[in-house]
């Protein structure tokens, strides 16, 4: 799966709805400050994850922004992923969110990815990666966007 930056893929859609979360106390483990969400989308044209893989950065680190955290994030049901899944048991990993293993973790990933899922329940923050998402696609589909192939 080929996961690419929503803000290249779409800048002006990304720019217009970032992601930002701001913790006023220490919420889960996280430090208060403000929080830019990175949002990343497979660009595989004949696939159909319904996932994205979301990184927390601190929005006030400038030009070279540590990773805090590295959250993949799978908003259908586990039933979902067990019929889409070609990997017999990775469908438990798929729906929900979990850490990234192959990506950069921050020291408090963990923390960061109790936060992630408090506000998982939320339907406007689940709407906006399934917009992004069904963009991503939609530019697929038309040809606006050069499809990555397995």
């Given at each position: 799966?080929?996961?690419?930056?929503?803000?290249?893929?779409?800048?002006?859609?990304?720019?217009?709805?970032?992601?930002v979360c701001v913790v006023t106390s220490t919420t889960c483990g996280v430090p208060p400050g403000r929080y830019v969400l990175r949002e990343f989308y497979?660009?595989?044209?004949?696939?159909?994850?319904?996932?994205?893989?979301?990184?927390?950065?601190?929005?006030?680190?400038?030009?070279?922004?540590?990773?805090?955290?590295?959250?993949?994030?799978?908003?259908?049901?586990?039933?979902?992923?067990?019929?889409?899944?070609?990997?017999?048991?990775?469908?438990?990993?798929?729906?929900?969110?979990?850490?990234?293993?192959?990506?950069?973790?921050?020291?408090?990933?963990?923390?960061?990815?109790?936060?992630?899922?408090?506000?998982?329940?939320?339907?406007?923050?689940?709407?906006?990666?399934?917009?992004?998402?069904?963009?991503?696609?939609?530019?697929?589909?038309?040809?606006?966007?050069?499809?990555?192939?397995?």
């Amino acid at each position: 799966m080929a996961l690419e930056p929503f803000d290249v893929l779409c800048a002006a859609a990304a720019q217009a709805e970032q992601a930002v979360c701001v913790v006023t106390s220490t919420t889960c483990g996280v430090p208060p400050g403000r929080y830019v969400l990175r949002e990343f989308y497979c660009r595989e044209l004949d696939c159909d994850c319904r996932r994205v893989l979301v990184q927390f950065f601190r929005s006030d680190h400038g030009l070279r922004p540590e990773v805090l955290a590295s959250i993949n994030f799978g908003w259908e049901t586990p039933r979902f992923y067990r019929k889409w899944s070609r990997v017999p048991g990775m469908w438990r990993e798929m729906a929900g969110a979990t850490l990234e293993p192959l990506a950069e973790q921050g020291p408090r990933a963990r923390s960061f990815l109790a936060l992630f899922r408090s506000s998982a329940h939320q339907p406007a923050f689940v709407d906006a990666f399934r917009r992004h998402y069904a963009l991503v696609k939609d530019l697929l589909a038309r040809g606006e966007l050069r499809p990555r192939w397995r």
